[in-house]
């Protein structure tokens, strides 16, 4: 089974902190993306990597950046963390291999909290 | 603009009962769909995929349809239990785009399921 983890389930930190999350999937698969997701809005892309040291901004990319060195590996960056950076982050990876048609897996959720 | 939108935004039933889920879409060009099934706390889940010329996919209890034409699909959930209480997210990807042999995936807000006792 393809199997998605994120570093933390519960994360609390202070308005202007860096703070990394990091996302590891472990079936080779070339893409990997990072959302967010807020009550009534659902999921929003911020970023997605197609492959190694390749990525490309979402639809909501403004604040964040990431972080590709490894295929394996995932990572979003906060700068400089803001309270309207408080949400549930959630990371997921894709096959491009045509059996699978697109599935992405996605990871358990970090939940952001910054004050 | 490529959008999905989900009906009803939420939905109460009783144990046993059954329900559908709506999804109607606009993107285009249209390459699959999916339902996915996100418990409180966690990540989604998928449930069933739906191509262009597959009208109906079971998976158990869950039922999906698509009518590729009027660009609507469906989740029907039969004899519900408890542990279906979850949102229910559509997810339907475009075609391939550059970069990739995989598209764009476009989300729905999904369908907060409650199912009670």
């Known amino acids: 089974d393809v199997k998605v983890t994120q570093s933390s389930r519960y994360l609390v930190k202070r308005t202007g902190e860096k703070v990394f999350l990091e996302c590891v999937q472990d079936?080779?698969?070339?893409?990997m993306f990072w959302y967010r997701q807020d009550p009534g809005l659902g999921l929003r892309l911020i970023y997605f990597s197609y492959d190694v040291k390749m990525k490309e901004k979402g639809d909501i990319p403004e604040g964040y950046s990431v972080s590709r060195e490894k295929k394996e590996r995932f990572s979003l960056i906060l700068e400089s963390a803001s309270t309207n950076q408080t949400s549930m982050y959630l990371c997921a990876s894709r096959s491009l291999r045509v059996t699978r048609k697109g599935e992405q897996f996605f990871g358990p959720g970090t939940r952001l909290t910054v004050l | 603009k490529n959008q999905v939108e989900q009906s009803p935004q939420s939905l109460i039933i009783l144990e046993g009962k059954n329900c559908t889920l709506q999804?109607?879409?606009?993107?285009?060009?249209?390459?699959?769909l999916r339902w996915y099934k996100q418990d409180t706390g966690r990540g989604p889940v998928s449930l069933t995929i739906?191509?262009?010329?597959?009208n109906t996919k079971s998976n158990g209890r869950y039922t999906a349809t698509l009518d590729a034409d009027t660009k609507q699909s469906s989740l029907h959930i039969t004899a519900s239990q408890l542990s279906d209480s979850a949102s229910y997210i559509c997810v339907v990807i475009a075609s391939a785009d550059r970069g990739s042999t995989l598209g764009r995936l476009y989300f729905g807000r999904g369908t907060q399921l409650t199912v009670w006792p």
């Open positions: 079936m080779d698969h070339e893409n």
């Open positions: 999804c109607n879409y606009t993107v285009s060009p249209f390459s699959n």
């Open positions: 739906m191509t262009f010329s597959e």
